[in-house]
């Protein structure tokens, strides 16, 4: 076996799991926390009054119109400054969860105004509520054109919690960076983190086209070709 | 007993309906004619309520409601008056996430709270009566036009409203279409369903309707039997109108 094939074999437990215990728990929670935050986010931006709206959008503002990196920083090494002391992986979880709620928040939004007028009058005439007709209609049919554009949000969340490295988190890409400090073999290293991190984006990518499979059945005309 | 008093809708400054008043009896069905922009589909809206009417006041059997510019009439309200009522739009709206059965069981299920077993059972009798028990389990995109308005049509049905307001349910569909369609409503007025219509189609109006109301300007310019409406209208304004349709329909 080559040397620099050795050395890949050799730390590919240790970055796997790094993998398993940080990169993809922290992908998982904070997307779907996010997600969450994200559909109220957008529901008080098309819906709230006043005063909800403008503290929606001040948020949408500040998260996109700053680097996520800087916003780790505030969170883990700012914060403690008016005492509030984060361990790294919640606030990396908050950074992550902060970011994701408001890039899908916008998502939600569109998909949601872009389901025809009709289809709430269809939803009220026969009796139902505000919110039986968002959870039945209205949802049912944005999630579908939403399926895309979140995908992107998700592959990208798995690649940006690498920048969870830099507040001490643990994750696949220190882990690759601890090894490559005692072999000096940063080319191999770095390259085994990547096509880890391809490998995790691989499988989302999967699961987008299932998902966009499932949803075209009641009659999607244009679908991905594969 | 449908009642509508001193109806009036008013978008900003312009007044859409103006002192509409009119009172229908159960069992009989009624067409709104008129030109586009005359009030007909605004009207038939504020009777379910999708508009509010800025005044006036709306019985529908038991169920009462008054309106004025200055009360804001709550949700409760507004259900208990909508409830009533059941709509057929001109585009169908069907929901395309849900198969045919699906969309009729819906307001069974979620909103009467109803089980899965017994709402499905009472759609399927209400696909049987439109024709389109053969296709329970299809996607609406997979349905013909005239298909989707006959499972728009027992959709609205499903919840056994007082009355069926139908908005243009033929003008989306060609000729062919358009005739299932009149035949399915024909058939409901047969059986004493109440029904009041926003209508192009003179056929449709001349073989369904027990009354034919015209509507020009938010005002009604004239009401009575469709024979009368369609033949020998009193007004003016009402026998230019006719006559327009019958150059369009080839009579």
Same mark, same amino acid.
């Given at each position: 076996?080559?040397?620099?094939?050795?050395?890949?074999?050799?730390?590919?437990?240790?970055?796997?799991?790094?993998?398993?215990?940080?990169?993809?728990?922290?992908?998982?929670?904070?997307?779907?926390?996010?997600?969450?935050?994200?559909?109220?986010?957008?529901?008080?931006?098309?819906?709230?009054?006043?005063?909800?709206?403008?503290?929606?959008?001040?948020?949408?503002?500040?998260?996109?119109?700053?680097?996520?990196?800087?916003?780790?920083?505030?969170?883990?090494?700012?914060?403690?400054?008016?005492?509030?002391?984060?361990?790294?992986?919640?606030?990396?979880?908050?950074?992550?969860?902060?970011?994701?709620?408001?890039?899908?928040?916008?998502?939600?939004?569109?998909?949601i105004a872009s389901v025809p007028?009709?289809?709430?009058?269809?939803?009220?005439?026969?009796?139902?509520?505000?919110?039986?007709?968002?959870?039945?209609?209205?949802?049912?049919?944005?999630?579908?054109?939403?399926?895309?554009?979140?995908?992107?949000?998700?592959?990208?969340?798995?690649?940006?919690?690498?920048?969870?490295?830099?507040?001490?988190?643990?994750?696949?890409?220190?882990?690759?960076?601890?090894?490559?400090?005692?072999?000096?073999?940063?080319?191999?290293?770095y390259i085994e983190a990547a096509?880890?991190?391809?490998?995790?984006?691989?499988?989302?990518?999967?699961?987008?086209?299932?998902?966009?499979?499932?949803?075209?059945?009641?009659?999607?005309?244009?679908?991905?070709?594969? | 007993?449908?009642?509508?008093?001193?109806?009036?809708?008013?978008?900003?400054?312009?007044?859409?309906?103006?002192?509409?008043?009119?009172?229908?009896?159960?069992?009989?069905?009624?067409?709104?004619?008129?030109?586009?922009?005359?009030?007909?589909?605004?009207?038939?809206?504020?009777?379910?309520?999708?508009?509010?009417?800025?005044?006036?006041?709306?019985?529908?059997?038991?169920?009462?409601?008054?309106?004025?510019?200055?009360?804001?009439?709550?949700?409760?309200?507004?259900?208990?008056?909508?409830?009533?009522?059941?709509?057929?739009?001109?585009?169908?709206?069907? #929901?395309?996430?849900?198969?045919?059965?699906?969309?009729?069981?819906?307001?069974?299920?979620?909103?009467?709270?109803?089980?899965?077993?017994?709402?499905?059972?009472?759609?399927?009798?209400?696909?049987?009566?439109?024709?389109?028990?053969?296709?329970?389990?299809?996607?609406?995109?997979?349905?013909?036009?005239?298909?989707?308005?006959?499972?728009?049509?027992?959709?609205?049905?499903?919840?056994?409203?007082?009355?069926?307001?139908?908005?243009?349910?033929?003008?989306?569909?060609?000729?062919?279409?358009?005739?299932?369609?009149?035949?399915?409503?024909?058939?409901?007025?047969?059986?004493?369903?109440?029904?009041?219509?926003?209508?192009?189609?003179?056929?449709?109006?001349?073989?369904?309707?027990?009354?034919?109301? #015209?509507?020009?300007?938010?005002?009604?310019?004239?009401?009575?039997?469709?024979?009368?409406? #369609?033949?020998?209208?009193?007004?003016?304004?009402?026998?230019?109108?006719?006559?327009?349709?019958?150059?369009?329909?080839?009579?």
């Amino acid at each position: 076996m080559p040397p620099w094939l050795q050395l890949m074999t050799d730390s590919l437990p240790t970055l796997l799991w790094a993998a398993l215990v940080f990169t993809i728990p922290l992908t998982l929670l904070s997307f779907t926390l996010g997600l969450a935050l994200g559909l109220v986010t957008a529901i008080a931006r098309l819906f709230g009054a006043r005063p909800v709206v403008a503290v929606a959008r001040f948020y949408v503002w500040v998260i996109r119109g700053t680097p996520l990196l800087v916003q780790l920083f505030v969170i883990f090494y700012g914060l403690p400054s008016i005492g509030i002391l984060l361990d790294a992986f919640p606030a990396a979880l908050i950074g992550f969860t902060l970011n994701v709620g408001a890039y899908t928040s916008e998502i939600i939004r569109a998909v949601i105004a872009s389901v025809p007028r009709g289809q709430w009058e269809a939803a009220y005439s026969i009796g139902m509520s505000w919110s039986q007709a968002m959870r039945r209609t209205i949802l049912p049919q944005a999630t579908r054109v939403a399926v895309p554009p979140l995908s992107n949000t998700f592959i990208s969340l798995v690649k940006d919690t690498s920048l969870a490295a830099a507040i001490t988190v643990p994750e696949l890409f220190q882990t690759a960076q601890r090894i490559v400090a005692t072999t000096y073999e940063p080319l191999i290293l770095y390259i085994e983190a990547a096509l880890i991190y391809l490998a995790l984006s691989s499988v989302l990518s999967a699961l987008q086209v299932r998902l966009e499979r499932r949803f075209s059945r009641y009659g999607g005309f244009l679908e991905a070709r594969t | 007993m449908i009642e509508l008093r001193h109806i009036e809708k008013r978008f900003g400054d312009h007044v859409v309906l103006h002192d509409i008043n009119l009172r229908l009896s159960e069992g009989t069905v009624t067409a709104l004619v008129g030109p586009s922009g005359g009030g007909k589909s605004t009207l038939l809206r504020c009777i379910n309520l999708l508009e509010i009417p800025t005044s006036g006041a709306i019985r529908l059997g038991e169920e009462a409601l008054d309106f004025a510019p200055d009360r804001k009439v709550g949700w409760a309200e507004i259900q208990k008056l909508r409830r009533q009522t059941g709509m057929v739009f001109q585009n169908f709206q069907l #929901f395309p996430h849900q198969t045919a059965i699906a969309n009729v069981m819906e307001g069974l299920v979620t909103v009467l709270k109803w089980p899965a077993d017994k709402a499905r059972a009472r759609a399927m009798e209400l696909l049987e009566k439109v024709g389109m028990a053969h296709k329970a389990d299809a996607w609406p995109a997979t349905l013909s036009g005239g298909q989707q308005q006959r499972v728009a049509i027992a959709r609205a049905l499903a919840p056994s409203p007082r009355v069926l307001l139908c908005d243009e349910p033929t003008s989306a569909l060609d000729p062919e279409l358009s005739e299932e369609v009149v035949e399915v409503l024909s058939r409901l007025a047969r059986e004493g369903t109440t029904m009041i219509m926003a209508t192009h189609d003179l056929r449709l109006a001349s073989r369904v309707a027990d009354g034919v109301v #015209f509507l020009d300007g938010g005002v009604i310019v004239e009401q009575g039997p469709p024979k009368t409406i #369609f033949t020998a209208p009193e007004r003016e304004r009402t026998r230019r109108f006719v006559a327009s349709l019958g150059a369009q329909h080839g009579h």
